[in-house]
T-cell receptor, first 116, second 111 residues
Framework: DGGITQSPKYLFRKEGQNVTLSCEQN?????MYWYRQDPGQGLRLIYY???????QKGDIAEGYSVSREKKESFPLTVTSAQKNPTAFYLC???????????????FGPGTRLTVT | DAKTTQPPSMDCAEGRAANLPCNHS???????VYWYRQIHSQGPQYIIH???NNETNEMASLIITEDRKSSTLILPHATLRDTAVYYC????????????FGQGTELSVKP
């Protein structure tokens, strides 16, 4: 089946450790995104990538890093510099290529990260 | 992107129509209205989008007022599985794909 996978579903880390969240898609989408969601809040954009080997900062990029070496993969690293890393992290992809067409975003199931 | 305003919560009886309102009074002519929903602890799911005409698909209908300052998402026969947070988002089509999620409306479908 086509879709977006995120692993693991739950992740626990000690403060001061970097951690990498996986996101893979087999939808052949060019664009991929990382969002963060805190309890009772909407989603906030961390990073996004419209093509391989290129990515841009979103609204809350500080303390995070990404790479886009392959079209189907967009891993997110939560570094020790991120002051409040505990959150629900969501990855998405879409077929937008900078045209005037409108495309929806498809979301993965999310990874719930807890840092203590 | 234009700001949207939605009621924080709504209830609906199972089998009845759920009508979820959204105000977007500062919407620009090239901004689309999108609706997503998020079932608890899952990723958001796209529902429908529109520019100025009413739209319908297998999930819902979207009614946009003539002045485009507000819209209503209609779930014609709500089921318990429709219980979720519904987000109304407006954005320009070609803007790097960024979606700005507000607080949304928490819809509770009750038996």
């Amino acid at each position: 089946d086509g879709g977006i996978t995120q692993s693991p579903k739950y992740l626990f880390r000690k403060e001061g450790q970097n951690v990498t969240l996986s996101c893979e898609q087999n939808l052949n989408h060019d664009a991929m995104y990382w969002y963060r969601q805190d309890p009772g809040q909407g989603l906030r954009l961390i990073y996004y990538s419209q093509i391989v080997n290129d990515f841009q900062k979103g609204d809350i990029a500080e303390g995070y890093s990404v790479s886009r070496e392959k079209k189907e993969s967009f891993p997110l690293t939560v570094t020790s510099a991120q002051k409040n890393p505990t959150a629900f992290y969501l990855c998405a992809s879409s077929n937008e290529k900078g045209s005037s067409m409108v495309y929806e975003q498809y979301f993965g199931p999310g990874t719930r990260l807890t840092v203590t | 992107d234009a700001k949207t305003t939605q009621p924080p919560s709504m209830d609906c009886a199972e089998g009845r129509a759920a009508n979820l309102p959204c105000n977007h009074s500062t919407i620009s002519g090239n901004e689309y209205v999108y609706w997503y929903r998020q079932i608890h602890s899952q990723g958001p799911q796209y529902i429908i989008h529109g520019l100025k005409n009413n739209e319908t698909n297998e999930m819902a209908s979207l009614i946009i007022t003539e002045d485009r300052k507000s819209s209503t998402l209609i779930l014609p026969h709500a089921t318990l599985r429709d219980t979720a947070v519904y987000y109304c988002i407006v954005r320009v089509a070609n803007q790097g794909g960024k979606l700005i999620f507000g607080q949304g409306t928490e819809l509770s479908v009750k038996p």
